[in-house]
């Protein structure tokens, strides 16, 4: 125990002294206004399209958790894919990488599917000689696996960014366009339908917006545009299923718009906290006690903001030539809030697949009958990610068998062995 009960009671104090003067319920009527008054459509400050529009009316919808759980999916089967990493690990002699296991899981169950992996290691050497690194992949495990070196373009900052976010898109689409077939009514990704950590890259400082511009980014995200089109041939719709969202082009806007009005208040640290102010429902005399008893959740939105843009009708797609009409590609969402669990979630899909009413609103009903449900992800995007994910334990022997095959240690700081002996 490093902080005695003293310290603690000093914390509290100073967080009571913090509090005084911030209002949630300031932040609760505002929400409203921004809902109610901006959001039909939120435009660009800078003009141009709009940020967010809505898709259909805009609407707050609420639905009780029991009933829904108990409802039939307008989907016989669904399919989820996710992509795990060990995270990046550099060694002493300058390697710096990652590794990237993706995998799709069935719902009901599909047992020879989910044996089938896709592995990509994505490295990054200054070592002016060039390791292997093919466009082709190498099967094992009588051919249910297959695998792939990734030499990634040389940075002088952002290596581990770099090796991380190549290695988990392109896995995660990789795999997603060879078992594309396999997908009969539904495929949920569990993230944005998007990379959306690479499409950022056009708007980040000099290095990163030089390397969006080399042909193994670009492939990867052409992977995804692809598998829009693959889909949307084979009419069979394509959703991500996002657990953490950060976009804050919602947030960022209304900042703007409030800087010149409402006496620069600048509520929410992203959207995420918007949504939640908005869809959280409280009772009691004093409103401090959460009602768990229904899920809220918005109506679906067209999005053009931050990485959104590049796949909308007026963005660049990243030079990708599309096949479709561009508007197709354009991300649409709802947000989906739970009540239980304190969280909200961001249901993302490619307008070719939320046009029509009735598959939009399928669509909704799903999610909104899975989270239920499970109290979390939808049960095939949970599936996935039990599939897909590397353990702890996994990680460190694979570090450890790396540093044996490159015969190289791993570098370690200072933190490696205090957070190590902390656990133990």
């Given at each position: 125990m490093t902080l005695d009960p003293v310290h603690v009671d000093d914390i509290a104090s100073m967080a009571s002294s913090i509090a005084d003067s911030v209002d949630d319920a300031d932040y609760d009527d505002l929400a409203r206004t921004v809902w109610e008054?901006?959001?039909?459509?939120?435009?660009?400050?800078?003009?141009?399209?709009?940020?967010?529009e809505p898709l259909g009316e805009k609407q707050l919808h609420a639905a009780d958790i029991d009933d829904v759980a108990l409802t039939e999916s307008p989907f016989p089967t669904v399919h989820g894919l996710d992509s795990g990493t060990i995270n990046p690990t550099t060694f002493k002699n300058g390697l710096v990488l990652d590794v990237a296991h993706a995998a799709m899981a069935a719902e009901p169950s599909n047992l020879d599917l989910h044996r089938h992996r896709s592995i990509v290691m994505a490295a990054h050497t200054h070592d002016p000689v060039q390791f292997f690194d093919t466009d082709e992949w190498l099967h094992s495990d009588e051919g249910y696996g297959r695998r792939r070196v990734l030499s990634v373009p040389r940075v002088n900052r952002y290596a581990e960014g770099v090796v991380h976010a190549l290695a988990l898109y392109l896995a995660e689409s990789a795999h997603a366009l060879e078992h594309a077939d396999a997908v009969s009514d539904l495929l949920i990704l569990d993230g944005p339908?998007?990379?959306?950590?690479l499409l950022n890259w056009r708007d980040r400082d000099a290095e990163l917006?030089?390397?969006?511009?080399?042909?193994?980014?670009?492939?990867?995200?052409?992977?995804?545009v692809r598998l829009v089109e693959r889909f949307v041939e084979r009419d069979v719709p394509l959703a991500g299923f996002v657990k953490n969202p950060g976009a804050k082009h919602v947030v960022r806007t209304v900042r703007k718009q409030l800087d010149g009005s409402d006496a620069g208040r600048r509520p929410w640290v992203d959207d995420a906290a918007f949504f939640v102010s908005l869809l959280e429902r409280r009772e009691g005399a004093d409103g401090d006690e959460r009602r768990t008893d229904e899920l809220t959740f918005t109506s679906w939105f067209v999005s053009r903001g931050g990485s959104d843009r590049q796949l909308s009708a007026e963005g660049e797609a990243f030079g990708i030539e599309r096949k479709l009409d561009p508007e197709a590609y354009a991300v649409t969402f709802f947000v989906l809030y739970d009540p239980r669990t304190d969280v909200c979630y961001r249901v993302e899909a490619p307008y070719a697949f939320t046009k029509d009413p009735d598959r939009r609103a399928d669509l909704m009903h799903h999610v909104v009958r899975d989270v239920a449900a499970t109290r979390g992800p939808p049960l095939a995007v949970e599936k996935a990610d039990e599939l897909a994910r590397v353990?702890?334990?996994?990680?460190?022997?694979?570090?450890r068998k790396l540093s044996d095959k490159l015969d190289s240690d791993q570098m370690k700081s200072y933190d490696n062995i205090r957070w190590v002996d902390a656990d133990e």
């Open positions: 008054s901006w959001l039909d459509p939120l435009e660009s400050p800078d003009g141009g399209l709009p940020i967010v339908v998007y990379p959306k950590e917006k030089d390397l969006a511009r080399d042909a193994k980014p670009k492939a990867v995200v052409e992977n995804y353990s702890v334990g996994e990680k460190a022997a694979l570090r």
